[in-house]
């Protein structure tokens, strides 16, 4: 720790057995990652927090808390930022510090119901504050970020899938029909007379762990089709109309055919999500944003027009 303070104390926040506990690698603004301590919905969180003063310096306060809090912070007509979780604790009643001082801090089974989220437009953080009160000066302030994971049971969402369709989209092509079935989801990509494939996958609902398992079954070619392209695209949308913010970011996309297909061709599909940066699907969370996941087909003709089918996919974190 610097010898050299700009405050005339310096806080430090110390989380129980965080040396230990699993810790979440998180981009940061600034493109760099972050590692931070894993909690769960429901976790108590505690640690200690340390004052430390100048040596032979004297601190007077107003007073010494702690406080647990959420926030969601969105960026689509001006920076705003809105807590879901408070909890405050007094630390120290007002007084004087003469020599650095150790207080101890304990939130009990915390109810912590939205997953963290590090986004384009949204951020939701979950993070312990510190704060020493002053009188003649500003208030000193310290925080530790703390990442949340959310885990559903698989068994949970098989139960949901059974009962669910996948709502998806169409470009370029007047006739679309999806549907659920017993063996999984199939989407039609069709041009009347020219194009007519099917693409059929195991199921709507994944684990972030999971493999997407599936098929695409060419039954009329007429097209010149050059290539073929599966592509995993998150959205992100902040706010509502009419000043709602939406980005889109390709996570990965790979060729999965190169020349033309001929009718009756089968191209099978294998795709481990375990090895990408994705994220749970997030709807409306606290009425401030949703971030969602899409399988999108693309194929390009020999002129380089783009025919194109997304559905949505909606992931989880398994424990």
């Known amino acids: ?38 909690y769960m919905d429901g976790e108590t969180v505690k640690g ?37 979780l408070s909890l405050a604790t007094e630390l120290a009643a007002p007084g004087q510090l003469v020599h650095s001082e150790s207080y101890p801090f304990e939130f009990r089974n915390v109810e912590k119901q939205y997953e963290s989220y590090r986004g384009k437009n949204a951020r939701l953080r979950y993070y312990v504050k510190v ?24 068994l949970a969402h098989e139960k949901v899938n059974k009962h669910n369709t996948v709502p998806s989209s169409m470009q370029a092509a007047p006739k679309q029909k999806d549907s659920t079935t017993t063996n999984g989801v199939k989407m039609d990509v069709g041009i009347e007379d020219c ?18 398992i599936g098929r695409i079954y060419f039954l009329l070619v007429r097209l010149k089709i050059k290539h073929m392209e599966l592509s995993l695209i998150r959205r992100e949308t902040v706010g509502s109309s009419p000043k709602q913010i939406t980005d889109s970011e390709t996570v990965v996309r790979f060729e999965i055919m190169d020349g033309a297909p001929v009718k009756g061709e089968t191209i099978p599909i294998r795709l481990f999500l375990s090895g990408f940066d994705l994220t749970p ?22 002129d380089a027009r783009r025919y194109f089918k997304q559905s949505e996919i909606l992931l989880y974190r398994d424990a």
């Open 195 to 212: 194009l007519h494939i099917e693409f059929e996958y195991s199921k709507s609902r994944f684990s972030l762990r999971d493999v997407i």
């Open 48 to 84: 200690t927090i340390t004052l430390f003063t100048k040596e032979g310096k004297r601190v007077e306060h107003q007073g010494v808390k702690v406080q647990l809090l959420g926030t969601i912070e969105t960026n689509n007509d001006g920076l705003s930022s809105s807590n879901f």
């Open 1 to 38: 720790m610097s010898l050299f303070f700009k405050t005339p104390l310096e806080i430090e926040i110390r989380l129980e057995n965080e040396e230990s506990r699993k810790h979440a690698e998180v981009k940061n603004p600034h493109g760099r990652l972050d590692k931070l301590p894993i």
């Open 131 to 154: 704060t020493v009160l002053r009188k003649s000066n500003a208030e000193i302030n310290r925080e530790k970020e703390l990442w949340v994971y959310q885990y559903t049971s698989t």
């Open 281 to 302: 699907t997030y709807k409306d969370v606290n009425k401030k944003f949703s971030v969602r996941t899409y399988l999108s087909l693309v194929l390009i003709d020999e």
